[in-house]
């Protein structure tokens, strides 16, 4: 949280939000809809030859998020171009959203895990 306090501090002149990111757990040229018909018709690339190494998408993690307020209560979100990202790891990054995140942060704590 400090670290991300002060990369915002350090470019307030530049941004008015800041949201934490991760790595996607998967790249998008991996997500699609079905198509009309159930079907895959909208993936398009050659999957034999994929490599998830050749992909840096990043998604919200939502640990944290910065905002100077009247920017906030104008756009009401925290993403676009006047939001910095702030890139966390896995580990950091453990939402807990059911039974098994909850497990997999409890294995964390457990093992003492971290990144630092």
């Given amino acids: 949280m400090r670290e991300a306090i002060e990369l915002f501090d350090a470019r ?3 941004f008015d939000f800041l949201t934490s990111v991760k790595v996607a757990d ?3 040229v991996l997500v699609h809809e079905l198509d009309e018909h159930g079907a895959l018709g909208y993936f398009h690339i050659d999957y034999s030859r994929y490599r998830r190494q050749n992909y840096h998408d990043i998604t919200p993690n939502g640990a944290i998020q910065i905002a100077k307020i009247p920017e906030y209560l104008a756009q009401k979100h925290y993403y676009g171009s006047r939001s910095l990202g702030y890139e966390m790891n896995n580990i950091d990054s453990v939402d807990i959203d059911s039974a098994l995140d909850l497990m997999v942060a409890a294995e964390i704590i ?3 895990l971290n990144t630092r």
């Fill in 12 to 14: 307030i002149d530049e």
């Fill in 26 to 28: 998967h790249p998008r």
């Fill in 110 to 112: 457990k093992r003492g």
